[in-house]
């Protein structure tokens, strides 16, 4: 489906450009940045993974369903370190105010007052 076979996609996709992807998603967390700026970057390194994949193992440089599917690998790896990154910005940062939840949510500490 991708043009490649399921090694190379794990190598080049996943842990090569998904570490890009890690990187750019904690990148855009630490700079208080929305979480859409992830889709053009992510786009981006979706045609970046095209390219290696033809260049370096004689894959299809054209191949829609292959760029779709490295695409939103990359994009759901930078969006899971953009919401973990701010996660943990926010619980570190304003002890007084959240507690961690999960890995990716945190919470209002009990008792605490909204303001009007």
Do not use: N
Not at 83 to 93: E, K, P
């Amino acid at each position: 489906m991708t043009g490649v076979p399921l090694s190379v996609f794990i190598g080049l996709t996943v842990v090569l450009m998904g570490g890009a992807g890690w990187m750019t998603g904690q990148a855009l967390a630490r700079g208080w940045t929305s979480a859409w700026l992830i889709l053009p970057y992510g786009v981006l390194l979706g045609l970046v993974d095209r390219f290696l994949t033809w260049g370096l193992f004689q894959g299809e440089l054209l191949s829609l369903s292959g760029f779709v599917i490295d695409s939103a690998v990359i994009l759901a790896i930078g969006a899971m370190a953009h919401r973990f990154t701010r996660t943990r910005m926010m619980v570190a940062q304003y002890p007084w105010l959240y507690d961690r939840k999960g890995l990716l949510t945190w919470c209002e500490k009990p008792g605490r007052e909204k303001p009007r």
